[in-house]
């Protein structure tokens, strides 16, 4: 049953106005909800099915995190528990033209890059009060299916921290909607006791154009919890849902919030909404019903108003016991009558059928390079994807390479380019199949040298006290406090610290090539250099059609910085590299991974208890949250790990190639024995 409502009309007061920019500034409430537990649960396969979804909380529009005003592109919001799982969903527009943004595949657990796509973000915080330090669980999911986790820990004050839950994530796209859903088990999130209630924000980070919108305003960052929306649990509440609020661009009020009575008993309920557009006097506008309903039942109630006035509007809705006193949802939200001019901008990437990414390291004298083809026409039919490298006023290239190891529809490559003066170079892309578009992709790019560049300045090979000089005694490189002894492989064999050894085994590196297993067989290890201040060590080894090259460099202060470079025959192919570091746990308490992209570093007591249980992993390194920590392996206790990979694309091969380096895989990492490297 559907009830329209009345609207009885307030004159507001024109004394009492403020600027509209005034009235966007002022944060709203957050949204309170007070709800039974779910009876009926959804099923986790990426098919938003409303039956399934009848017992949770529904919602309609996300607001602009930067505009604070009710985003044009639509949709639809589902949350909710049973006291066991927390349950979200969320149902979102696709572009007319074109696709959603996304690159990150599942695997890479990378919330940097995943959310640089279209995505999916939910923070919950459980059984969150005011005056307490609760941590908060961040979710990122995307498209394809890529996920990653995060938390917050207000009592360290630290954020970003690396979480891995037992999340449910499926998604799929149909008739114009991207749908995804979203399942955690509630013992995930450290809650003792029952579930009582949580904060969430549920966030469409949209691209094409970029806008993030989510449940609520979050001044200060999402990650705030006190602006939050806040959800009870209530045995005794109806169950709220707002099935329909479409017209509101087109300055048409039209809402309908749908109520039912899950208890045994009868119940009365009072919904009341409101609309003002202060900036422009216009009045305010009521409505409001009181339901009865009986046990199981449910009804909908419409508003419906022509809003004139082209203003910025706050909107009110209440569900409430008929006296008030008791609220059983309660949002406020701003929006503003009129469309925007531009809602997509899909349709201009879709004209450039060829994508060109890449990156230049003067230092390096090296390119990194991605071709995406998928939206050429026939992309199956590319077999080669040409790279060049030219001045942009010359007749030749200084460089080029070709890709013929191709992924998908997309082709990657790092390879080497002589040293560039001051100037203006262009980076082409040519895909030759069954027919040649040449410079089908066209990048440009200015070096320009600065004077700082290269110099020496603080530069010394003085050993500053009280740091003691380095000195090699057979494989053994002695610093402050250290001893370093050297393997076949040019890795530490032992690492002794005062007298105490930190490692329980040797370093490691375990490849996979071709599917199977590498033995390495060692070469010579030498040292190059043996000074007071810096050692350097070279060593080579092969093993499954590949060779390696490692070097090293020694610091006083006993860091030591590697060069891996391995290179092989032409079809070649790299399946996984793990550098494996066994650290002794009971010396290694303290955990520190340093990333790089997005800034966050971990640091954290190890559980070391759990290493001392028998537990082999203490922490997954693909579940850190930076974008150049490495995708394969895991992090043990008192790990740390520093420096930027140089690599191909996290979770792929890597080619070899005896013509050209362009496809050799190669790192730079640093390992420091006070924080000791983990696998």
């Known amino acids: 049953m559907t009830r329209y409502v009345l609207w009885l009309t307030a004159l507001a007061v024109l004394a009492a106005l403020v600027p509209a920019t005034a009235q966007q500034d002022t944060p709203l409430p957050p949204m309170t909800v007070r709800a039974p537990l779910m009876q009926q649960l959804p099923t986790i396969d990426g098919a938003i099915d409303e039956d399934e979804w009848r017992d949770a909380l529904r919602g309609l529009g996300m607001v602009g995190y930067e505009t604070r005003l009710a985003g044009a592109r639509k949709v639809t919001w589902w949350i909710g528990t049973d006291g066991a799982t927390i349950f979200a969903a969320v149902r979102s527009e696709l ?46 999911g995307n498209p394809l299916g890529a996920y990653s986790d995060s938390q917050t820990d207000p009592a360290a004050g630290v954020g970003g921290e690396p979480w891995d839950g037992n999340w449910q994530f499926a998604n799929s796209y149909h008739d114009g909607w991207w749908d995804a859903e979203i399942a955690l088990p509630v013992a995930d999130l450290g809650v003792e006791g029952a579930l ?41 509440a109806p169950r709220v849902q707002i099935l329909g609020f479409d017209r509101w661009l087109q300055g048409e009020w039209d809402l309908r919030v749908g109520v039912a009575n899950p208890g045994a ?36 109630v419409r508003f419906e108003r022509s809003l004139t006035v082209r203003d910025v509007w706050t909107g009110s809705l209440r569900v409430t016991s008929p006296d008030e006193a008791t609220v059983w949802f309660a949002r406020e939200w701003r929006f503003r009558t009129a469309p925007p ?27 990194q390079t991605k071709v995406d083809f998928s939206g050429v026409e026939q992309p199956d039919a590319i077999r080669q994807v040409q790279v060049s490298v030219w001045p942009a006023e010359g007749a030749a290239p200084l460089t080029q390479v070709t890709i013929d190891r191709l992924d998908g529809h997309t082709a990657e490559a790092i390879f080497d380019v002589p040293e560039l003066l001051a100037g203006t170079y262009q980076v082409r892309a040519t895909l030759v199949g069954e027919r040649v578009l040449e410079d089908a992709a066209v990048g440009e790019f200015t070096r320009e040298p600065y004077e700082w560049e290269h110099n020496t300045l603080g530069m010394s090979g003085a050993v500053v006290e009280p740091f003691t000089p380095l000195t090699v005694e057979g494989r053994t490189v002695r610093a402050v406090l250290r001893d370093h002894e050297m393997s076949d492989l040019g890795l530490w064999q032992q690492v002794t610290a005062e007298g105490t050894p930190l490692l329980s085994g040797p370093m490691q590196l375990r490849a996979t ?89 971990t640091r954290a007591r190890s559980p070391t208890a759990r290493a001392r249980s028998g537990a082999t992993r203490a922490r997954r390194a693909t579940a850190c949250p930076t974008a150049s920590y490495p995708t394969s392996g895991s992090v043990g206790p008192g790990a740390g790990y ?11 091969s890597a080619r070899m190639s005896a013509r050209s380096r362009s496809s050799a895989w190669a790192t730079r990492s640093r390992w420091c024995c006070t924080s000791s490297a983990g696998r």
Do not use: C
Request: charged share 20%; glycine share 10%; no cysteine.
């Open 95 to 140: 572009p007319p033209v074109g696709e959603l943004l996304a690159r990150i595949e599942p695997g890479g657990r990378d919330p940097f890059g995943v959310h640089m796509d279209d995505s999916i973000e939910l923070w919950l915080a459980p059984n969150w009060a005011d005056d307490a330090r609760t941590p908060a669980f961040q979710f990122l």
């Open 196 to 236: 009582q209630s949580f904060r969430f924000r549920l966030t469409r980070n949209w691209k094409q154009p970029f806008e993030y919108s989510s449940t609520e305003t979050a001044p200060g960052g999402f990650a705030q919890v006190p602006s939050m929306s806040q959800f009870e649990i209530d045995p005794g």
């Open 341 to 367: 001019d531009e809602l997509w901008t899909t349709a201009e990437r879709e004209k450039k059928a060829v994508v060109l990414y890449f990156g230049y390291s003067p230092y390096q004298n090296r390119m």
């Open 642 to 652: 520093a420096g930027m990979p140089i690599r191909t694309r996290a979770g792929r």
């Open 513 to 601: 090539v071709g599917g199977r297993s590498v033995t390495w067989e060692p070469g010579a290890m030498a040292f190059a250099e043996r000074g007071p201040s810096q050692t350097s060590a070279r060593a080579g080894f092969s093993g499954g059609g590949i060779s390696a090259d490692l070097r090293s460099i020694f610091d006083y202060d006993g860091l030591m910085t590697v060069t891996l470079e391995l290179a092989g025959g032409q079809d070649v192919t790299v399946d996984a590299l793990d550098l494996v570091v066994p650290v002794r746990a009971e010396e290694a308490w303290l955990m520190h991974a340093v990333g790089g992209a997005s800034a966050r570093t």
């Open 265 to 300: 008993a009868a119940q009365q309920v009072r919904v009341k909404m409101q609309a003002e557009a202060p900036t422009t006097g216009m009045a305010t506008q009521v409505g409001q019903e009181l339901l009865s309903l009986d046990p199981g039942a449910r009804e909908q």
